[in-house]
């Protein structure tokens, strides 16, 4: 038994941007839910640089350590 929901009625291209978005939002702990593709988009690109700027500065405050 399958259930329908919007989710799978989606075209391939956002049903992919949505996953891909939820795992970078499962990597960061945070919660947002954004409208359409685009902002899944743009919400995934500030969140990835959001987390390598994260890692560099912990990375030079260990070096300087």
Request: hydrophobic residues 50%; glycine residues 8%.
């Amino acid at each position: 038994m399958t259930e329908d929901t919007s989710f799978y009625s989606l075209p391939i291209f956002e049903r992919y941007s949505v996953t891909i978005y939820n795992a970078i939002l499962q990597l960061m702990g945070n919660d947002i839910g954004p409208p359409n593709i685009w902002m899944v988009w743009t919400g995934s690109i500030c969140l990835v640089s959001g987390a390598l700027m994260n890692a560099n500065v912990l990375g030079t405050i260990a070096d300087i350590l």
